[in-house]
C-alpha cells in the first residue's frame, strides 16, 4: 500500500494551501483516512481524520481554518488549509486505516509533505 502526498509548500500568514493524498496497492477496506502533522522537536499530532461513514474531526486548533474532505476517487483525501499560521509549519502525513479480511486493523502512512508558514 503507497500513500503518496502532494499540495505542501511556502505560504505567507493568512494564505491557503491543498494538501492531497492519494492510496494505492492491495487496500481492503478503509476506515477511515487523515491528516497528522510533526512539527520539529514536537510529537506528531491529529490534523484531520475523516471516517469511511463520513465523520470528520478536528484538532482545536484548526476548527473553522482547515476542511477534510474524501475525493471522488477511492482513497483520496484532501485537505484545506485556510487562514495558515506560522504555527501551522509542520511536516504533513496522510494516514489510513484499513480493516482486511479476518478484520485485522492495518495503519500505512505517506511519506510526507512539508508546509512552511512564514513572512
Known amino acids: 500500500v503507497q500513500l503518496v502526498e502532494s499540495g505542501g509548500g511556502l505560504v505567507q500568514p493568512g494564505e491557503s494551501l491543498r494538501l492531497s493524498c492519494v492510496g494505492s496497492?492491495?487496500?481492503?477496506?478503509?476506515?477511515?483516512m487523515g491528516w497528522y502533522r510533526q512539527a520539529p522537536g514536537k510529537q506528531r499530532e491529529l490534523v484531520a481524520k475523516?471516517?469511511?461513514?463520513?465523520?470528520?474531526s478536528y484538532a482545536d486548533s484548526v476548527k473553522g481554518r482547515f476542511t477534510i474532505s474524501r475525493g471522488s476517487t477511492q482513497n483520496t483525501v484532501y485537505l484545506d488549509m485556510n487562514s495558515l499560521k506560522p504555527e501551522d509549519t509542520a511536516v504533513y502525513y496522510c494516514?489510513?486505516?484499513?480493516?482486511?479480511?479476518?478484520?485485522?486493523?492495518?495503519?500505512?502512512w505517506g511519506q510526507g509533505t512539508q508546509v512552511t508558514v512564514s513572512a
Open positions: 496497492g492491495p487496500i481492503f477496506t478503509t476506515t477511515e
Open positions: 494516514h489510513l486505516e484499513d480493516v482486511d479480511y479476518s478484520d485485522d486493523v492495518q495503519e500505512y
Open positions: 475523516l471516517t469511511s461513514r463520513g465523520i470528520s
